[in-house]
């Protein structure tokens, strides 16, 4: 057993919701359209208190692999059991669960020792083969709970370096590109402070020009092609280069790294990956061939926060840029979201937009833009755990299943 720095947070029960929250306009890419937003929640009761997250899977396994009824069926057959079973003697789970030598010089290490439940997690969980999302979900839920007993919120945890955040907005594709400016126009007068256009063959170089139009030389602006091009298509993507854009994100399949070195090696614009990088080692690997100039780091995909801090390390090592992307999170999953946005390496503005950019209603409190000097800016939650509550009369009102109870 290692030692255990927060005695009492034994692992009781874990309770998975199902709730279905629609969008206030629907969300198109190059692999779907979205007008309502399926979530499950994860709750973990613990005999110091309870902790909340999201799974960020999707309804369709079309972003990745991974969807909510899988992650729901992965959890409750193998994660929850296998968890509850490491942690059933009692505190945290075990050996492996601490990382070895912790050292402040590396900030994620010592954030991950500071949180010896949650970091017992993945090792528990890791005889499952990817399911990075549903593993993802455990992990945060056990931070949240350890996190609140401890009396510590994420942000300090983490490491977070600012209360504020920078916030970029994702647009969708749009039926007509007249409603693509309106929408635009109308995120602009909001303060974001960085615009990202999802793009897909046919909807590419005249949306993307008629956007720089609007915003003028100066106005913050990267495109996202969630893989939908191919290896001949590298002569239209350069031509991305007259807009002047921050990054060209995950153009090409998961899986070719090897185009997107090609495009990297004729274009200005910095080549980001998203979908391709999975954790520290598959970043390391994309960063050394040339493969991605700038991270995007969502915790979902790479299987939980603690990793996400470990790419956010080897990332600042390396002083790659980092940013935080965003999967239609409700408040719950954004105000971790912002927490880790607000690391040193994060130096590009997120996908952690306010929360009425998607939703009329959210989970927890909203997340709203800040004024003045904050204009297009989040404050970063200070609050205990992730710092905002769970608002479970929503959660009772939104169930589209029966919630359901592992212990
Ligand atoms: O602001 O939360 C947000 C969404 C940002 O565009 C966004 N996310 O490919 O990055 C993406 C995309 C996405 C959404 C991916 C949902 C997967 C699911």
Not at 25 to 45: D, I, N, Q, Y
Not at 137 to 145: G, N, P, R, W, Y
Not at 333 to 351: E, H, I, K, S, Y
């Amino acid at each position: 057993m290692t030692e255990q720095t927060n005695a009492g947070a034994r692992l009781e029960a874990i309770e998975l919701h199902r709730i279905e929250v629609p969008l206030v306009r629907p969300f198109e890419t190059s692999f779907g359209r979205e007008t309502v937003r399926e979530v499950l929640l994860v709750r973990v009761r613990t005999d110091a208190g309870d902790g909340w997250a999201e799974c960020v899977a999707g309804r369709e396994p079309f972003y990745s692999s991974e969807y909510v009824d899988g992650a729901a069926a992965v959890i409750e057959r193998y994660l929850a059991p296998a968890l509850l079973a490491a942690t059933a003697g009692g505190g945290h789970g075990g050996p492996g669960a601490s990382p070895s030598h912790p050292s402040t010089a590396d900030g994620a290490a010592a954030a991950i020792a500071s949180v010896p439940a949650a970091a017992a997690v993945g090792p528990a969980l890791a005889f499952v083969a990817g399911h990075r999302m549903a593993k993802a979900a455990l992990e945060a839920a056990v931070l949240d709970a350890e996190l609140r007993a401890q009396g510590r919120s994420m942000a300090s945890c983490f490491g977070a370096v600012r209360d504020w955040v920078d916030c970029g907005v994702s647009v969708g594709i749009a039926p007509t590109l007249e409603e693509l400016l309106d929408e635009v126009a109308g995120y602009v007068e909001q303060g974001y402070r960085r615009i990202k256009l999802k793009i897909k063959p046919g909807w590419d170089l005249v949306p993307v020009g008629a956007v720089r139009e609007l915003l003028g030389p100066a106005g913050l602006l990267q495109v996202d092609a969630n893989t939908a091009y191919h290896q001949g298509d590298i002569p239209l993507l350069a031509e991305l280069d007259r807009f002047g854009l921050l990054l060209i994100e995950q153009p090409f399949a998961e899986e070719d790294l090897a185009s997107h070195v090609a495009l990297a090696a004729v274009c200005d614009t910095p080549v980001c990956l998203d979908e391709s990088i999975l954790d520290r080692t598959t970043a390391l690997d994309a960063i050394e061939r040339g493969a991605t100039s700038i991270v995007n780091i969502k915790p979902g995909r790479m299987g939980g926060y603690l990793e996400s801090l470990r790419v956010h390390e080897a990332c600042l090592a390396l002083e790659v840029p980092v940013w935080c992307g965003g999967m239609l999170e409700t408040g719950l999953g954004r105000a971790a979201n912002v927490a880790l946005a607000a690391l040193p390496g994060f130096l590009l503005p997120g996908d952690t937009s306010a929360s009425d950019r998607y939703y009329a209603e959210d989970l927890t409190e909203p997340f709203v833009l800040g004024t003045g000097e904050h204009r297009g800016q989040l404050a970063v939650p200070q609050g205990s755990g992730t710092g905002v509550e769970v608002r479970e009369e929503l959660v009772r009102a939104w169930a589209s299943a029966p919630p359901v109870l592992l212990r």
